[in-house]
């Protein structure tokens, strides 16, 4: 009762064909296969370019001299 025998897995396979279509199930599938790659890319490239934006400093945020005449200019200080 605990596992499908192949019986069911094929009742379900065709289900699932018959409902989608196998058009869109190629869609997906590739969609998918896609999205799959673009991750181990993103991945792959984000470990590279840890060490080299640890390299470089922040910029630092310049004032906007056309600011709102309600606007209040404050420096944030550390606790020491």
Do not use: C, R, Y
Not at 7 to 18: A, D, F, K, R
Not at 28 to 46: H, T
Request: positive net charge; charged residues 20%; aromatic residues 6%.
């Amino acid at each position: 009762m605990g596992t499908f025998s192949i019986w069911h897995w094929l009742i379900v396979l065709l289900v699932v064909v018959l409902i989608f279509g196998t058009k869109k199930l190629k869609n997906i599938g590739s969609d998918l296969g896609g999205a799959v790659k673009g991750f181990k890319d993103g991945m792959q490239s984000g470990g590279s370019s840890e060490g080299s934006a640890a390299a470089t400093p922040p910029s630092q945020v310049t004032q906007n001299k056309s600011a709102d005449a309600n606007t209040v200019d404050v420096e944030a200080k550390t606790k020491s």
